[in-house]
């Protein structure tokens, strides 16, 4: 069992920058590939970014290449996700997300409970 909790949403102006963590409770976190999807009214989700368990990223969509960028620190039980250069299409919904997988598979077991960020000026 994973509970995970987002942090480091609001409000930034475009061409701003923000980050993201997910932090996580309970066991053997280091065996979990960890995501970040996120949805915008009215659209579907989508996934941006994740981080195996042995800390290799999966493709990012074109949406984020370049601006957006995963880590995560096994010592804290968090991942983040850093978001450069953000756009007003950026804004959504994002959650964090984790499956006990070694690589990422985008078939996610657990969930938060999402946190928001609104890009506007």
């Known amino acids: 069992q994973l509970q995970l909790v987002e942090s480091g949403g609001g409000l930034v102006q475009p061409g701003g920058s923000l980050r993201l963590s997910c932090a996580a409770s309970?066991?053997?976190?280091?065996?979990?590939?960890i995501g970040w999807v996120r949805q915008a009214p009215g659209k579907e989700r989508e996934g941006v970014s994740c981080?195996?368990?042995?800390?290799?990223?999966?493709k990012e969509p074109d949406s984020v290449k370049g601006r957006f960028t995963i880590s995560r620190d096994n010592a804290k039980n968090t991942v983040y996700l850093h978001m450069n250069n953000l756009r007003p299409e950026d804004t959504a919904v994002y959650y964090c997300?984790?499956?006990?997988?070694?690589?990422?598979?985008?078939?996610?077991?657990?969930w938060g409970q999402g946190i928001q960020v609104t890009v506007s000026s």
């Open positions: 997300a984790a499956e006990l997988s070694l690589l990422c598979s985008f078939e996610y077991q657990y």
């Open positions: 309970g066991s053997d976190f280091g065996y979990y590939s």
């Open positions: 981080i195996s368990s042995g800390g290799g990223s999966a």
